[in-house]
């Protein structure tokens, strides 16, 4: 089991930037990779980022790349989602997904686990 908790989100300035993070509990964190998501209301949710068990790899919604960073610190079961130039469209419940396994899967019904979500705001 791998339990997720993110922080992080708030309301923000178009233009503006947050870091999110999500904790893991678990010793084998280096062993799952992880995504990041987001969700709106009456929208399926949508994958953002993702990066494999070591860091080396990363991919990235369309939507997003250039101005969302992901990374992960393996030594303190976090990864992290930076994002910069916020936009008003981001506006989204991200949540951040555990797989076990080492490839990075942009697809939601691959993850395993998931966090409660944090409420990023974007105001124009």
């Known amino acids: 089991q791998v339990q997720l908790v993110e922080s992080g989100g708030g309301l923000v300035q178009a233009g503006g930037s947050l870091r999110l993070s999500c904790a893991a509990s678990g010793r084998t964190f280096s062993a799952y990779a992880m995504g990041w998501f987001r969700q709106v209301p009456g929208k399926e949710r949508e994958f953002v980022a993702t990066?494999?068990?070591?860091?080396?790899?990363?991919y990235y919604a369309d939507s997003v790349k250039g101005r969302f960073t992901i990374s992960r610190d393996n030594a303190k079961n976090t990864v992290y989602l930076q994002m910069n130039s916020l936009k008003p469209e981001d506006t989204a419940v991200y949540s951040c997904?555990?797989?076990?396994?080492?490839?990075?899967?942009?697809?939601?019904?691959?993850?395993?686990?998931w966090g409660q979500g944090t409420q990023v705001t974007v105001s124009s």
């Open positions: 997904a555990a797989r076990a396994g080492t490839y990075p899967y942009t697809a939601t019904r691959k993850y395993d686990y």
């Open positions: 990066i494999n068990y070591s860091g080396g790899s990363t």
